[in-house]
């Protein structure tokens, strides 16, 4: 029988200790856990960057339309509260986008302190530990200026559908 040779034996006969087995674990965890913040922190960065060229745009387009009203005479057809609403949501989008940017970084560089260490350079866990913690912190931040600005656009939107019922009355 072929069973006892070749590199099947070999691979059977192979016995990770629960110590060894453990470590590989540590070892694994250790390498992915920036690897999934970044790509996650990524993911972020392209909705927010989304969202604040759709504001721009908007921005855009009414400060156009006052510029024209008032080159006109004509009546400006927005709400004068518009561009300052607009002005809110457009620093609460540019502060998410900083502070996600920012998260990037601090993953990176707490990357860079974890491929120090596996190059046998001193690991210095205090510094591995602020860069992941800044990392998360900053990436929780950005999710309190985005926070505002969904709450800003919800009440916009809730407003102007008051405002069109009321004026269909």
Do not use: K
């Amino acid at each position: 029988s072929r069973a006892g040779r070749g590199p099947l034996r070999s691979f059977h006969s192979a016995r990770m200790n629960p110590g060894m087995l453990s470590d590989v674990v540590g070892v694994i965890q250790t390498a992915l856990a920036p690897v999934f913040l970044l790509a996650g922190t990524a993911a972020f960065l392209g909705v927010y960057t989304g969202r604040l060229a759709r504001l721009a745009d908007r921005v855009n387009t009414v400060a156009g339309d006052r510029l024209e009203a008032a080159g006109s005479g004509r009546p400006v057809e927005h709400d004068p509260r518009q561009l300052r609403y607009l002005q809110r949501r457009t620093l609460a989008l540019e502060v998410a986008v900083i502070l996600a940017t920012l998260s990037g970084f601090c993953t990176c560089l707490s990357v860079l302190a974890l491929l120090g260490g596996a190059m046998g350079r001193e690991l210095s866990e205090a510094a591995l530990f602020w860069f992941f913690g800044a990392a998360v912190a900053s990436l929780l931040g950005s999710f309190v200026a985005f926070l505002f600005e969904i709450f800003s656009a919800c009440f916009s939107m809730i407003a102007q559908i008051y405002s069109a019922g009321r004026a269909g009355r």
